[in-house]
Structure formats: structure tokens, C-alpha cells
């Protein structure tokens, strides 16, 4: 019956998203605010996005929390119901036309995510998984890649609201790169851990994220198959903190660590 449920609450996910995706996609004359500093901005439509989710999630689902990025309060986390929302992870992207942007919906009780999606609208793909279930691209079920680093591309993400791990970023970078086939850098954490459930991309670190940032893709991610930690090699915390991540194949994030 659990797992019913948690397939039902994706289904009014799934709507949420692609109706809030309209208005990212009629997007025009977007005007960029700035929050913490240059490189960390929000837009009105982040707002219209997020209060749309939250309306049809709350309608879909009464009673329920909410814990978003762009809330002055967020509920707890430890919520009988809770929605983990980033209404659009790639907000840089989004304002520079840079059509690698996503909105990251996930699903917790009492503390532990149960389901997730993410959709990106510039392509049509929406990325699902329900604890227990299994991961799926547009209803098609995915896997992580099987190989290592140097079998696959690697992705990161340069924490670009802290400038004081860029040193730290790009060495590993260099280190990945060298390791690996290829590098890649996108602007979306949402996305680059889809990719890595998708077998895109062999691995993906950044040494700075969000719960809204991560708490549907990693779910999707493991269920992928795939493991998600931060970048030592410890468990992932679900505190509301600002962790590093690592994802990838058991073996791809082994290869990692010896780096």
C-alpha cells in the first residue's frame, strides 16, 4: 500500500511540474536579484513556480509540509509530510537563456525521502523514483554505469556561492579529468545527478549543495543503483545543512576516494 501511495503522490508531482513548467517556458524579460552575492540570484518566476507547486501539493496532499529555497521559513524536517522543493535548480542558466535548468520536487516522511522528480522542460525529461521502486526516464526504468572513472565522464559543480572552495573544486577537477574520459560542468546539481542515474556520466561531485538541491536526485540516483555521499566518503546528512556530494556507481566512487 506504501508504495502505492508513494507512485499516487508522484503522479500530483509529475502534474505540479509540467504545469509549473509553463511558465519557465513562456519565460521573457527575466530580471535577475541577487541573494547571498553576484553568483547567487532569483528571478520572479522561481517565486510563480514555487508557490504553484505548493498550492497544487497542498491540495493534492493536505496537511503536508513544505521546505523550499526560496521561503523565508521552512517547516521541519522531520515532518510527518514534507515537500523538499528547488522550483528551479540552474537559476543562472534560466536567466542567461542557458537551457539546462530543472524543477526538483522530493517527498519525505519523518525524515526519509521516498520519492523524487525532476524535470527539466527544455527537453521533456522527467526523472522519477519511489523508494523500493526503482528509478525511471519518462517511464522507462535507468541505471547507473557499470565502470569506474576512466570509462566514464565525469561531472562536478564548482560551488559557485562559496569562493573559498574554488582552489579545492578544480584541483579534484584536474584529478577527475585526468582519471576519466572527460569533464563537464552544467549549472544544475538536480540534473547532473539524473545524468549520473542515467549512465550519462560515470560520477558527479561539488563540494557544496543544498537538501533541495539533492534530496530528489539522490534518491533517483540510488535507486539507479548508484550510491550518494559527500566527498569523504560519509553518509549524507538530512539536517537542512549545506554538505559536499558525491554520486556515482559503487565502483566509480571507490575509484574516487583513492584519488
Same mark, same amino acid.
Given at each position: 500500500m506504501? =508504495?502505492?501511495?508513494?507512485?499516487t503522490?508522484? @503522479?500530483h508531482?509529475?502534474?505540479a511540474?509540467? *504545469?509549473? =513548467?509553463?511558465?519557465?517556458l513562456?519565460?521573457?524579460?527575466i530580471?535577475?536579484e ?13 517565486r ?11 491540495a ?7 521546505f523550499?529555497?526560496?521561503m523565508? *521559513?521552512?517547516d521541519?524536517?522531520?515532518s510527518e ?6 522550483? !528551479? $535548480?540552474g537559476?543562472?542558466?534560466f #536567466?542567461?537563456g ?5 524543477i ?5 516522511e519523518?525524515g526519509?525521502?521516498?520519492?523524487? =522528480?525532476v ?5 521533456? *525529461?522527467?526523472?522519477? %523514483?519511489s523508494r523500493?521502486?526503482g528509478a525511471?526516464?519518462n517511464?522507462g526504468p535507468?541505471h #547507473?554505469?557499470?565502470g569506474?572513472?576512466?570509462?566514464n565522464? #565525469?561531472?562536478?559543480g564548482?560551488?559557485?556561492?562559496c569562493a573559498a572552495l574554488?582552489?579545492?573544486? &578544480?584541483?579534484? =577537477?584536474k584529478k577527475?579529468f585526468q582519471a576519466?574520459l $572527460? ?8 540534473l $547532473?545527478l539524473?545524468? #549520473?542515474?542515467a549512465g550519462?556520466?560515470?560520477?558527479? &561531485?561539488?563540494?557544496?549543495v543544498?537538501l ?6 539522490a534518491? !533517483?540516483v ?7 555521499? @559527500?566527498p569523504?566518503?560519509?553518509p ?5 545543512s @549545506?554538505? /559536499?556530494?558525491?554520486? /556515482?556507481s559503487p @565502483? %566509480?566512487?571507490?575509484?574516487f576516494l583513492?584519488l
Amino acid at each position: 500500500m506504501e =508504495a502505492n501511495r508513494y507512485e499516487t503522490i508522484l @503522479k500530483h508531482i509529475e502534474a505540479a511540474q509540467r *504545469e509549473a =513548467a509553463a511558465l519557465m517556458l513562456r519565460a521573457h524579460g527575466i530580471l535577475a536579484e541577487t541573494k547571498t552575492g553576484r553568483r547567487d540570484v532569483v528571478t520572479e518566476y522561481d517565486r510563480r513556480v514555487q508557490d504553484l507547486l505548493m498550492e497544487r501539493l497542498s491540495a493534492a496532499v493536505p496537511g503536508a509540509h513544505f521546505f523550499c529555497e526560496e521561503m523565508q *521559513e521552512r517547516d521541519r524536517l522531520d515532518s510527518e509530510q514534507l515537500f523538499i522543493i528547488d522550483p !528551479i $535548480d540552474g537559476t543562472m542558466n534560466f #536567466v542567461h537563456g542557458f537551457h539546462h535548468s530543472c524543477i526538483s520536487v522530493a517527498y519525505a516522511e519523518q525524515g526519509t525521502v521516498v520519492a523524487g =522528480a525532476v524535470y527539466n522542460p527544455y527537453v521533456d *525529461e522527467l526523472f522519477t %523514483a519511489s523508494r523500493g521502486r526503482g528509478a525511471f526516464l519518462n517511464g522507462g526504468p535507468i541505471h #547507473v554505469a557499470d565502470g569506474g572513472i576512466s570509462e566514464n565522464i #565525469v561531472v562536478f559543480g564548482t560551488a559557485p556561492y562559496c569562493a573559498a572552495l574554488a582552489d579545492e573544486t &578544480f584541483a579534484t =577537477a584536474k584529478k577527475a579529468f585526468q582519471a576519466g574520459l $572527460d569533464i563537464r560542468r552544467e549549472g544544475s546539481a538536480a540534473l $547532473d545527478l539524473c545524468t #549520473v542515474a542515467a549512465g550519462r556520466a560515470g560520477l558527479y &561531485f561539488e563540494l557544496q549543495v543544498s537538501l533541495w538541491d539533492y534530496a530528489a536526485g539522490a534518491l !533517483i540516483v540510488e535507486e539507479a543503483g548508484g550510491q550518494c555521499f @559527500k566527498p569523504d566518503g560519509s553518509p549524507l546528512p538530512r539536517d537542512g545543512s @549545506k554538505p /559536499g556530494i558525491l554520486a /556515482g556507481s559503487p @565502483k %566509480a566512487i571507490q575509484e574516487f576516494l583513492n584519488l
